[in-house]
């Protein structure tokens, strides 16, 4: 039974930072891919960060423009985001997804349906 547990959002100024956790359970798979995700009201769900858990390639999205770094502590089987230079844009539900396979590349996809297993979100705010 996997589970995934994120914590780490909360209410922040523009320009501060915040580091997301991702706690896995039932997850022991060594070679695929976890991300985090983000939905804002009323807009899809869509990718900011993964990781492959095989070799630790990382892949971004382009509004991250070099502000956020996904990292991997296997021993505590825990995926990080690490959120600095916070915008209001960045404003958003964030989630932990995991179960996606690497394209052959070693690349996670940042598309949310390729993703099996999800956590329930945490909140993210950022005031300007």
């Known amino acids: 039974q996997v589970q995934l547990v994120e914590s780490g959002g909360g209410s922040v100024q523009a320009g501060r930072s915040l580091r997301l956790s991702c706690a896995a359970s039932?997850?022991?798979?060594?070679?695929?891919?976890m991300g985090w995700f983000r939905q804002a009201p009323g807009q899809g769900r869509e990718g900011v960060a993964t990781i492959y858990t095989g070799g630790r390639s990382t892949y971004y999205a382009d509004f991250v423009k070099g502000r956020f770094t996904i990292s991997q502590d296997n021993a505590k089987n825990t995926v990080y985001l690490q959120m600095s230079s916070l915008e209001p844009e960045d404003t958003a539900m964030y989630y932990c997804a995991a179960g996606a396979r690497p394209l052959v590349a070693g690349i996670c996809v940042l598309n949310a349906y390729e993703y099996n297993y999800w956590g329930q979100g945490t909140q993210v705010t950022v005031s300007s």
């Open positions: 039932g997850y022991t798979s060594s070679s695929d891919c």
